[in-house]
């Protein structure tokens, strides 16, 4: 039986299935142009299906009761992977942090695959909620490397973590390559593609070396997309505005939209960025 999402005039506050804060700050979420998101989603689906999950603010929105999470960075996987599993213990370690400088780059220099699950996602929660812009860096030996930002933002509260522990009960987590992630999709499941991309300065290791998307993997995902929607998977992404992208998406409602950018720069130096929404059904 498809699973119905929150009827989209209810917006985000429905008293039926309120929608969640993300746990992680991430830059390049989509959170501000999350009621267009929402807007465009299928009022129905199978499954939620998103593979560059990152802060994941379309799936807290929608609460599909049955979804597949997937990211390459090991550290995003490892925090959800806790935070469904043993959230009292990630809450318990996460408020033992006090927020003072040395706490946050004695945190950054701590080797996360020597921690707990546990105390791997209350560290990267701690540092996505206090580093510069929310920005995920790392050198090529894939350290953590963004500096201390301007103030600590809230951190989740017990409550926020045992319901997202909650949420997460019914969602399969995958570590690895977005084609690990989508190429089970079946007729009926709901997939959300934003891959990260360059906004055309020179690449410092956002999302990590390894999480770099490239020419060649945009390739490897329009061929995946053409062949899901032969199997009439339902498939939204977004993007920046690419004319290559929108021509071999033929057959699809593309959007433009505005997107606030801070990946890169000063707050000062904001500036607004085109993408595109693309979907095929």
């Not at 999402?5 to 992680?24: F, H, R, V, W």
């Not at 959230?87 to 946050?104: F, G, H, N, Q």
């Not at 593609?193 to 329009?222: H, M, N, V, W």
């Amino acid at each position: 039986m498809a699973h119905p999402t929150k009827n989209l005039a209810e917006g985000p506050s429905s008293p039926l299935q309120p929608s969640m804060d993300p746990i992680l700050r991430w830059a390049g979420s989509k959170r501000k142009v999350l009621t267009t998101l929402r807007g465009v989603s299928p009022p129905s689906f199978e499954r939620y299906i998103e593979p560059f999950a990152g802060s994941a603010v379309l799936y807290f929105d929608l609460l599909p009761d049955v979804a597949v999470l997937g990211d390459l960075n090991p550290e995003v996987v490892a925090t959800y992977s806790a935070i469904r599993d043993s959230a009292k213990e990630v809450c318990d370690y996460l408020s033992s942090i006090p927020k003072t400088k040395e706490a946050y780059y004695t945190l950054r220099e701590l080797k996360p695959e020597l921690l707990t699950e546990s105390q791997r996602a209350a560290r990267l929660i701690f540092l996505m909620k206090a580093c510069f812009n929310g920005v995920y860096r790392t050198n090529r030996n894939g350290k953590f490397n963004v500096p201390l930002g301007s103030h600590f933002y809230a951190l989740p509260s017990a409550e926020d973590l045992i319901s997202v522990s909650n949420q997460l009960k019914n969602t399969k987590l995958v570590c690895g390559d977005f084609a690990t992630t989508i190429g089970e999709a079946r007729e009926g499941d709901f997939i959300y593609l934003d891959p990260p991309y360059s906004d055309g300065t020179r690449f410092r290791g956002e999302y990590s070396y390894k999480g770099a998307f490239q020419a060649p993997d945009l390739q490897r995902l329009i061929s995946i997309c053409r062949e899901l929607t032969k199997r009439r998977v339902k498939i939204l992404l977004s993007f920046k505005e690419h004319e290559e992208l929108s021509i071999n998406l033929s057959g699809w409602t593309v959007k433009k939209i505005a997107v606030t950018r801070s990946v890169a720069g000063f707050t000062h130096s904001r500036r607004t960025a085109r993408e595109i929404l693309a979907y095929n059904f």
